[in-house]
Nanobody, 122 residues
Framework: QVQLVESGGGLVQAGDSLRLSCAASGRTVSRYTRAWFRQAPGKEREFVALVTWSSYTYYLESVKGRFTISRDNAKNTIYLQMNRLKPEDTAVYYC????????????????WGQGTQVTVSS
């Protein structure tokens, strides 16, 4: 079993930066694809970014150039560096893990964290 715990959320102003972290415990997930999803109020959960075990990355179009996902396998942790934040980035951010190498579909992710709130004021 894998447990994922997110941290780093908060309230910031538009244009600011935040870095989210997601630590895994219970078993190694170094060969898993790790990802970030987000869910805004009244909306469905959506894919944001993923990083494979070989460090291939893929992003939601609207965050390209602003967000960077990375992983530290020695720490079983992934990060999401979010720059130039916008009010539309406001959401609960969830990290997830899957054995599927590249997937943006939340139904293919086996493990989920509890989420961390990111609020961007205008």
């Amino acid at each position: 079993q894998v447990q994922l715990v997110e941290s780093g959320g908060g309230l910031v102003q538009a244009g600011d930066s935040l870095r989210l972290s997601c630590a895994a415990s219970g078993r190694t997930v170094s060969r898993y694809t790790r990802a970030w999803f987000r869910q805004a109020p009244g909306k469905e959960r959506e894919f944001v970014a993923l990083v494979t075990w070989s460090s291939y990355t893929y992003y939601l179009e609207s965050v390209k150039g602003r967000f960077t996902i990375s992983r530290d396998n020695a720490k079983n942790t992934i990060y999401l560096q979010m720059n130039r934040l916008k009010p539309e980035d406001t959401a609960v951010y969830y990290c997830a893990a899957t054995r599927v190498e590249t997937s943006t579909m939340l139904t293919e992710y086996d493990y989920w964290g509890q989420g961390t709130q990111v609020t961007v004021s205008s």
